[in-house]
């Protein structure tokens, strides 16, 4: 497979000084506990169940056997070695080669995060690799005494962003000065976002749509929770699963004994969180960050469509933003007290439409009168 061809995206991390020098001896030239805290907060994090590919050159690989882990899978790359490293994984030729073992049917579903942690030919591959995402750098000011250098980032190809959970200020640390900086591919040279649609049940309450009331559905209507599960569940490809996005509350408010909602991707919004709840698939701190965590290969390789399925400020933000494409509506037409809303649909934005799968009549369980709608962006011409 050729490197153009793989959709395995990848970040990379390093700490270089003024003149891009990052080690001597196989060592680093300067002390710095945060950068340490650092970048093991970022090569670490990974979901439950899955596991974190690190590739790493034959000499970097020689200083990484105190970072082994469970949830790491080590790829050292090398033109010479003949045999595998003592604890490592996969002895690779090329960056092309092991991207593609990564996406390769092993490795594909158990690979979440992609990390290149050096050494100075590995560095230069992934920065020439439009499958580069993220360069994670730690800008050390000062001139060490170096033997090992990365190569110098082009500034057409990439540019400087922010993150919010990370301080990009300068810091000072044992005497030495640094700061963290984030670099991307361009965004001509990303992933596509994908649309998704939102499904709810609402009934009218204080001019608004009611959807809850202490945690709970006020109402029970087994009709709407087979409609739930049958469209977040059915998909147009056999080997593909959809995934559902939801808040912290409306995760928690799944029984424990449905939790995680089966055949999906389960995908948890918090921004208070710092790990995965059991269970679920995957922890996003926005709704953005879901959405480009499946759009992107790997995980986008796995994924049909995403569902949006609360609670009120996600379905908020879904609904004003432009890739939301469906919004699946059971409209119950009766009066419930609910402490949790969304607003009314916009009509100017989302135009009432007809799918011939889904019965549209009004219905009537356990006395409650109910029907089901389906919303479609006006801007989207696609009926998919």
């Known amino acids: 497979m050729a490197l153009g061809q793989c959709k395995v995206r990848f970040n990379m991390i390093v700490a270089a000084d003024e003149k891009l020098g990052i080690g001597k001896n196989l060592l680093l030239p300067w002390n710095l506990p945060t950068d340490r805290t650092f970048y093991l907060n970022c090569v670490n994090k990974v979901s439950p ?110 540019k400087l962003v922010s993150d919010p959970h990370i301080h990009t200020e300068e810091q000072e640390e044992n005497g030495i000065k640094f700061k963290f900086e984030i670099k991307m591919q361009n965004i001509q040279q990303m992933a596509v976002q994908k649309n998704y649609n939102l499904i709810v049940a609402a009934c009218r309450c204080k001019d608004s749509l009611g959807i809850g009331i202490n945690g709970t559905i006020p109402w029970r209507l087994r009709t709407d929770l087979k409609f739930f599960s049958a469209q977040t569940s059915k998909t147009t490809e056999s080997d593909k699963k959809n995934a559902v996005i939801m808040g912290r509350k409306t995760w928690l408010s799944i029984p424990g004994k449905f939790r995680p909602l089966p055949n999906r991707v389960n995908v948890v919004l918090s921004k208070t969180l710092s790990e995965c709840p059991a269970d679920a698939d995957h922890l996003c701190h926005s709704l953005d960050q879901a959405i480009n965590l499946l759009s992107e290969p790997p995980i986008a390789n796995g994924i049909d469509a995403i569902w949006i399925i609360g609670g009120s400020s996600v379905y908020k933000e879904a609904m004003e933003s432009s890739l939301c494409h469906r919004i699946y509506l059971t409209r119950i037409h009766a009066e419930f ?19 011939p799968e889904v019965n549209s009549e009004r219905q009537k369980e356990n006395n409650i009168e109910f029907n089901f709608e389906i919303y479609q962006n006006v801007q989207h011409t696609s009926t998919l």
């Open 337 to 355: 007290e609910c402490d949790t809303f969304i607003s009314e649909i916009d009509t100017s934005k989302f135009q009432q439409v007809h799918d």
């Open 49 to 158: 169940n899955k596991k974190n590919a690190m590739i790493v050159g034959r000499l970097t690989e020689s200083i990484s056997k105190q970072e082994r882990k469970p949830h790491k899978l080590f790829f050292v790359l090398s033109k010479t070695l003949k045999e595998l490293p003592p604890k490592a994984d996969y002895l690779c030729r090329s960056l092309e080669e092991a991207l593609s073992i990564i996406e390769g049917p092993e490795l594909r579903d158990v690979v979440e995060n992609v990390w290149i942690i050096g050494g100075y030919g590995a560095y230069k591959a992934g920065l020439e690799s439009p499958q580069c995402h993220r360069y994670y750098i730690t800008r050390v000011y000062g001139d060490f005494q170096c033997d090992a250098f990365c190569p110098d980032v082009d500034l057409t190809k990439f």
